[in-house]
Every structure is written in C-alpha cells, then in structure tokens.
C-alpha cells in the first residue's frame, strides 16, 4: 500500500482549519459592516465580537488541539511503516468527524451533538495510538 494515503486526511484537516478560517473572517466582516462590534475594543478583547464571531474564534482554538494529536499519529504511522487500511479508515474518520464537529460548533452549535461527535474523534485517536504503538513495538 502506498504509505503516502495517510497525508490526504492530514490535508483533508489542514483545508478544514482554512476553511474555518474564512469562515471567521467573513462573519467578521459583515460584523465591522453592521456596525455591531467596536473594532477599537476588538483589537484588545475577542469577547467583544458577536457570538457568531466568538463561536467560530472558539472552533478555530478547536483546530489546534486535538488536531496535532493526528498529525504527529499519521507522521508516526508513515515513519514506523504502519500504514494500512486500519490506520487509512481511522485517519479518514477522524477528519470527517473533524468537519462534522466544526459544522456543529459554528452553526446551531448543539452541545449534546457537538460532544458526541467530538467524543468519536477521541476514540478514533485512541484507536490510531494503540495502531501507532502496536506498529512501533512491532520494530523493536
């Protein structure tokens, strides 16, 4: 199996992250033009911006955390020769439930469905550690 397939999902994370990026620069455009922030005291203070703002800023924060766990499993995964199909439908999962989450924390932003889906995430990073040191035990 051709051991670079695991840096789609990776790519796959890195888009979604941009993404989310625009996201926040485009609502926070339309606030600036609404007139509904003081852009004096949102240079200081994030939590001065509309919650539409703050909601997606709190999922971009969300993009730095348990996303590097990925990245240093599927490098891990690439560097120790692990990479199968087990580590390729894990590393997908993981990426869609990434876009699945973010579409729920920046739209109706329902806990309860956010925490789930989130909770899917961790358990397939679990699962890709486990894969992880069972590839690297099995080196040496």
């Known amino acids: 199996m051709n ?9 796959a994370q890195v888009v979604l992250t941009i993404l989310v990026f625009i996201l926040m620069g485009v609502r926070k455009a339309k606030s600036v033009k609404a007139g509904t922030v003081n852009r004096k005291a949102a240079a200081l203070d ?4 509309p ?42 999962a ?13 739209s109706s932003n329902y806990v309860p469905t956010r925490m789930r889906i989130f909770l899917f995430g961790i358990l397939v990073l679990l699962l890709m550690t486990l894969l992880a040191g069972f590839e690297l035990a099995s080196l040496g």
């Open 3 to 11: 051991a670079t397939l695991i840096f789609w999902p990776v790519l």
């Open 46 to 49: 994030n939590r001065v911006w």
């Open 51 to 92: 919650a539409d703002v703050v909601q997606v800023s709190n999922n971009i924060a969300n993009q730095f955390e348990t996303p590097i766990l990925f990245y240093v499993l599927c490098i891990v995964l690439y560097i120790s020769g692990g990479v199968g199909v087990a580590a390729l439908v894990l590393a997908w």
């Open 94 to 106: 993981y990426s869609l439930s990434r876009y699945a989450h973010a579409f729920v924390h920046t």
